[in-house]
């Protein structure tokens, strides 16, 4: 069965520059999730879209910016990048309460 | 206090032993709840939903106790597999996913 796709799986950056992570769901999913895993620390909500409009915003900075666009596929769009954004970063998408999660894309800043 | 709160761990037990992992959330409004498994560098994978009636999934069985804001899981006869890190998720509004910070489970044999 298809799967939540995330690219890139791995992303080296410098301090304030910028990333780009994208998430394509799994088909005829209609929300996806942006969630932010640090080292040793459990995953956090970031920001939600459903049918292309942002659906709720948990703790994401206002450096990053997200979209999920026509095809559902979404974006994170992270700018003036810090040292404390190195995490994992994951996206999950769901047809109702159960979501699936992407294999992350780990994003190292130095 | 920490919306979701979990065993801090970690639990080193042998092959065949039975484990329980205790949850507990503070949001009264919560909606769904679940168990999630989480392999070292990997994402976390649905292990399952958790229902005030209880649930059962093989060797995994699963309870909530919404009046004591409560969740547990039960893992009988572990194997060497289950070996992993098991978070304790509760959703709220929205689908919005709260991870308890997990419990590294180690099965030695």
């Known amino acids: 069965a298809a799967g939540v796709i995330q690219s890139p799986r791995h992303l080296i950056k410098e301090k304030r520059e910028t990333a780009t992570l994208k998430c394509y769901p799994i088909?005829?999913?209609?929300?996806v999730y942006w969630y932010q895993q640090g080292p040793g620390q459990d995953p956090q909500f970031l920001i939600s879209?459903?049918?292309?409009?942002?659906?709720d915003k948990g703790s994401i900075p206002d450096r990053f910016s997200a979209q999920q666009f026509s095809d559902y596929h979404s974006e994170l769009n992270m700018s003036s990048l810090e040292l404390g954004d190195s995490a994992l970063y994951f996206c999950?998408?769901?047809?109702?309460?159960?979501?699936?999660f992407g294999p992350g894309t780990r994003l190292l800043v130095l | 206090r920490k919306e979701v709160e979990q065993d801090p761990g970690p639990f080193n037990v042998p092959e065949g032993a039975t484990v329980a992992f205790n949850c507990t959330y503070s949001?009264?409004?919560?909606?769904?709840f679940f168990w999630y498994r989480q392999d070292c560098r990997k994402e976390p994978k649905l292990l399952m939903s958790?229902?005030?009636s209880g649930n059962e999934d093989g060797r995994f069985t699963a309870q909530l106790n919404r009046a004591s804001q409560y969740i547990s899981l039960l893992i009988r006869d572990s194997k060497l597999s289950d070996s992993a890190t098991y978070l304790c998720?509760?959703?709220?509004?929205?689908?919005?996913?709260?991870f308890g910070k997990g419990t590294l489970l180690t099965v030695n044999p």
């Open positions: 999950a998408s769901s047809l109702g309460e159960t979501q699936y």
């Open positions: 088909p005829r999913h209609d929300t």
């Open positions: 879209f459903y049918e292309k409009m942002q659906s």
């Open positions: 949001n009264s409004a919560s909606q769904s």
């Open positions: 958790v229902y005030s």
């Open positions: 998720v509760v959703e709220s509004s929205n689908y919005k996913l709260t």
